[in-house]
Structure formats: C-alpha cells, structure tokens
C-alpha cells in the first residue's frame, strides 16, 4: 500500500501564496493521473487539480488560473503551487491517484494522507 504524506500548508494572508507537496512512499499503479483535493470545514471533498504522466492537467473553475500542478515522477511527488489566495481556499488539502469515469470524471482510489491544512485570512 503506497502512503501518501501532503505539506506545505499553513496560515497565509489573502493574495499570498503556497507551495503544497506530497511525498508517495512509491509508485502508484493503475492510476490515470495523481490529483489534488480539498475539503473545506463543513463541506464535502472537492477535486482541485489533476495531472497525468503525460503532464496533461485540469483544474477546477474556481482555481484556474491561480493554482498549478506539478509532479517529479523521480521523487514520487507532486505539487500545487497556489497563487492569490482568497478566504475560500481554505481547507485541507489532499492528493490521490486517480481513475477516470465513465462519465469523464476523476475518481481517487487509493488510500488518503493525513492532509495539510491550508487557511487564508481576509
């Protein structure tokens, strides 16, 4: 079972920035591509970023164009360089290996990190 260890959180003011890594303990198999989440307080886990080995990315709206994701397939890490924070990206944040659905979406398969905690002030 590969573990996955995220940091680079912290307590950043809105329009600051954050660089968030994940270390895997290996290569993760099967997967379509390795994906960032976040789940903010009270609120359901959200896919944020994903990435194949290809380097094809996609983001979510709320995050294009601010947020970009990154891997060394070398290290076995990725990472999520976030730019203009804003209040709402507060959260924790977790990545996953990811399948794709059926219906064009992402799925995260395999088992999470503990997460880095990411909060913005206004």
């Known amino acids: 079972q590969v573990r996955l260890v995220e940091s680079g959180g912290g307590l950043v003011q809105a329009g600051g920035s954050l660089r968030l890594s994940c270390v895997a303990s290996?290569?993760?198999?099967?997967?379509?591509?390795m994906a960032w989440y976040r789940q903010a307080p009270g609120k359901q886990r959200e896919l944020v970023a994903t990435?194949?080995?290809?380097?094809?990315?996609t983001y979510a709206a709320s995050v294009k164009g601010r947020f970009t994701i990154s891997g060394d397939n070398a290290k076995n890490t990725l990472y999520l360089q976030m730019n203009s924070l804003t209040p709402e990206d507060t959260g924790d944040y977790y990545c996953?290996?990811?399948?794709?659905?059926?219906?064009?979406?992402?799925?995260?398969?395999?088992?999470w990190g503990p997460g880095t905690q990411v909060t913005v002030s206004s």
């Open positions: 996953n290996g990811v399948l794709r659905t059926s219906g064009g979406g992402w799925s995260a398969f395999g088992s």
């Open positions: 990435i194949t080995s290809g380097g094809l990315t």
């Open positions: 290996g290569s993760i198999r099967n997967k379509d591509a």
